[in-house]
C-alpha cells in the first residue's frame, strides 16, 4: 500500500479524481499481483480520497488473497463483468464528472469501453506513476542484479555450445534454455539472433539461417527475476571477421565504453546519447547509429528514463537504464554492446560484466 499512497497527493497535483490501471507493469508496481490482460476485465483503481479497488475474474481471486486493499469485486465468466463494474466504481465513487487517468500505453480499448458507459472522462497519465518507477529502490535494485546475473550467466555457458552451421533459431533456443535453467521466469521480448547480413537488423527476430564462416552475429536477450527484466547485448564472431567487421566493433565498443563512463548524478540523459552518437559519428557511421542509446528498465524492458538526444531527463541515484549504441550496415552486418547501468550515488555501476572484447567462436 504504501506505494498507492505516494501515488495518491499525485492525483491531486494533476486533478484528477481517480485513476485507473489495467493489468502491466505498473498494476504489478502497485499491487504486487502479476495480472496479465486477456478476454476477462481486470482493474485496479485508485480514488482521491485513497480508496482502492480491485476487479478480478473469480479464476484469480485467490493471488489477491491476503492483500490490503479497500475491496475486491469479481465475477465469473457465466455473468461477465457488467456487475462488478458498477459495483467497482460506486465504491470508488466514479460518475459522470470524474476526471479519471488511466496509461494510455497500457490500457485497451476494451478496458477504456467500460469505463466510458461510465460517463467519465479519461485522460492520458502515464508519467504519474512512471514518476514514482524512475528511481529503484534496494528491493528493486536487488531483483535487477539477480537478472543481471542471469544473463551473464547464461551466455557464459552458451558460448561453448555454439558451433558454425548452427541455426539462428538454433542459438536463441539455447540462450533461452540457459535462462530458464538458471532461474529466469521466462523472457521480456522475443531474443534477438541477427547473424552476417540480418545482424544491420536492429530487431531482427532469429531465423533458420546457417550462420557461416566469418560472419558477426548481434545476440540480443534478457531475463526475468520477480518481473524485473535484464537486457543485453553481445555481438560475437563465428569464425575470424574480416578487418572493416573488426574496425566498426572497436568503434561501438569505445562509443559504449566511453557513453557509460559518463553516467552519475546530476548528468543529463541526452549529453550521455551526445557522446555515443559523436565518437560513432566522428568514426564515419553516425548515418548507421539508427536509435536512442539506451532506455529505462525495470518491470517494463523499454521505460523511463530514455538516453536520447532531445530528452530533459537529469539522472539520479536509483535510475536503471541501457547503454546500447549501435552500427548497422545494410547487407552486410550490425554490431551491438548493450549494459545495464544504475546511477549511484557518486557515479554508476555498471552491472552487466561480460566481456566486451570481441569473442571469436
Known sequence: MERLNRLTPLLMQRGLTHMIFAPGASFRYLTGLGAHQSERLTMLGLGQNGNVALLLPHLEASSAAGVNYGSIFTYGDAEGPQAAVQAFSHFLGINENSRVGVEKGQMRLFEADFLRELGCALTGADDIVMSLRLRKDQGEIRLLKEAVKIVDDALASTIPLLRL???????????????????????????????????????????????????????????????????????????????????????????????????????????????????????GFGEYFTHRTGHGLGLDVHEYPSIVQGSDVTLLPGMVFTIEPGVYLPERFGVRIEDDILVTESGAEILTQFTRELIVV
Not at 521480456?188 to 545482424?199: H, K, L
Not at 550521455?272 to 560513432?280: G, L, Q, T, Y
Request: hydrophobic letters at 40%.
Open 165 to 283: 552451421g548452427m541455426s539462428e533459431l538454433e542459438v536463441a533456443a539455447e540462450l533461452e534454455y540457459q535462462m530458464r535453467r538458471l532461474g529466469s521466469a521466462g523472457v521480456p521480448f522475443g531474443t534477438i539472433v541477427g547473424s552476417g547480413p540480418r545482424g544491420a537488423l536492429p530487431h531482427g527476430g532469429p531465423t533458420d539461417r546457417k550462420i557461416q564462416q566469418g560472419e558477426l552475429v548481434v545476440l540480443d536477450y534478457g531475463a526475468r527475476r520477480s518481473g524485473y527484466a535484464a537486457d543485453t547485448t553481445r555481438t560475437i564472431a563465428f569464425g575470424e571477421p574480416d578487418a572493416d567487421a573488426r574496425r566498426v566493433y572497436e568503434v561501438v565498443k569505445k562509443a559504449q565504453a566511453a557513453a557509460a563512463a559518463a553516467v552519475g548524478p546530476g548528468t543529463a540523459a541526452a549529453n550521455i546519447d551526445r557522446i555515443a552518437r559523436d565518437m560513432i559519428a566522428e568514426a
